[in-house]
Nanobody
Framework: QVQLVESGGGLVQAGESLRLSCAAS????????MGWYRQAPGKQRELVAR???????NYLDSVKGRFTISRDNAKNTVYLQMNSLNSADRAVFYC??????????????WGQGNPVTVSS
């Protein structure tokens, strides 16, 4: 059983910053990739940022230059530093990990969701 525990969401004013954290625990051989999705009210869930174990990153175009993903492989933890937040960033943020939990056994795991609210 693999679990993801998220922290760091909340309410901020436009222009401020937040840092999200997500720690994976359980039966884990490796995680590749690990990242963040978000779902705004009435919209589909979208990829915000993800990071592969070798360091390659992908970002949603609208967050490039404002958000930074980082990862501590030893701790199976991923972070999302979000700067210059605006109202369009308001959403529930979900951590996602593609976990190898046994030899050649893979599973996608989701966190519980972390609301981010930006007031103008």
């Amino acid at each position: 059983q693999v679990q993801l525990v998220e922290s760091g969401g909340g309410l901020v004013q436009a222009g401020e910053s937040l840092r999200l954290s997500c720690a994976a625990s359980g039966s884990i051989f490796s995680i590749n990739p690990m990242g963040w999705y978000r779902q705004a009210p009435g919209k589909q869930r979208e990829l915000v940022a993800r990071m592969f174990s070798g360091g390659t990153t992908n970002y949603l175009d609208s967050v490039k230059g404002r958000f930074t993903i980082s990862r501590d492989n030893a701790k199976n933890t991923v972070y999302l530093q979000m700067n210059s937040l605006n109202s369009a960033d308001r959403a529930v943020f979900y951590c996602n990990a593609q976990v190898e939990w046994g030899q050649c056994q893979y599973k996608g795991v989701w966190g519980q969701g972390n609301p981010v609210t930006v007031s103008s």
